[in-house]
T-cell receptor, first 112, second 119 residues
Framework: QKEVEQDPGPLSVPEGAIVSLNCTYSNSAFQYFMWYRQYSRKGPELLMYTYSSGNKEDGRFTAQVDKSSKYISLFIRDSQPSDSATYLCAMSERNYGQNFVFGPGTRLSVLP | GAVVSQHPSRVICKSGTSVKIECRSLDFQATTMFWYRQFPKQSLMLMATSNEGSKATYEQGVEKDKFLINHASLTLSTLTVTSAHPEDSSFYIC???????????????FGPGTRLTVT
């Protein structure tokens, strides 16, 4: 079993839809969780950073962490064609001095 | 968010030559820098981790004599691909981790990537 699993997609949705992107993980020691967005031929861009369980909202994006289920989600409301990208989840046990473990990424296409 | 730059953004070189890629954290000090490579439609593959002033730690299967990493300062790391071969053609992305923008968290920011083509 991989340490972090993510549905690779591609996931295609119509413009305006609510998108749910998910990751599951096996290491119960993970406490820091990130979501990155990567456009084609670009470096990943940090979208959300959360610590432990709970929800965090930033504009159209909501990150949700359920440590008891070892499951994290990123919700995108009112999706736009410009949201079309690959979304990577990442997680870490510690805040400092350790590489984040990345999921393989989910390709999202928002169709106009 | 914090800014990480990479130079060059694209490079084409001949087989057998060496190529150096620079990674800079522009507005924060990076305590740790990471180098990844990414093949088309695949996820990031960590190559090595480097802390300023110390030797890089390479992931299993990554040749340290082929991929030379230098982390000379808290804002600069370089990756040199020595004696490049066509199979080294890939998208190389650096990442820097540190306290940026007043955050209390050691967040990790990525550079825009360097596309290497070896002919």
């Amino acid at each position: 079993q991989k340490e972090v699993e993510q549905d690779p997609g591609p996931l295609s949705v119509p413009e305006g839809a609510i998108v749910s992107l998910n990751c599951t993980y096996s290491n119960s020691a993970f406490q820091y969780f990130m979501w990155y967005r990567q456009y084609s031929r670009k470096g990943p861009e940090l979208l959300m950073y959360t610590y432990s369980s709970g929800n965090k909202e930033d504009g159209r994006f909501t990150a949700q962490v359920d440590k008891s289920s070892k499951y994290i989600s990123l919700f995108i409301r009112d999706s736009q064609p410009s949201d079309s990208a690959t979304y990577l989840c990442a997680m870490s046990e510690r805040n400092y001095g350790q590489n984040f473990v990345f999921g393989p990424g989910t390709r999202l296409s928002v169709l106009p | 968010g914090a800014v990480v730059s990479q130079h060059p953004s694209r490079v084409i070189c001949k087989s057998g030559t060496s190529v150096k890629i620079e990674c800079r954290s522009l507005d924060f000090q990076a305590t740790t820098m990471f180098w990844y490579r990414q093949f088309p439609k695949q996820s990031l593959m960590l190559m090595a981790t480097s802390n300023e002033g110390s030797k890089a730690t390479y992931e299993q299967g990554v040749e340290k004599d082929k991929f030379l990493i230098n982390h000379a300062s808290l804002t600069l790391s370089t990756l040199t691909v020595t004696s490049a071969h066509p199979e080294d053609s890939s998208f190389y992305i650096c990442s820097a981790r540190g306290l940026a923008g007043g955050s209390n968290n050691y967040e990790q920011y990525f550079g825009p990537g360097t596309r290497l083509t070896v002919t």
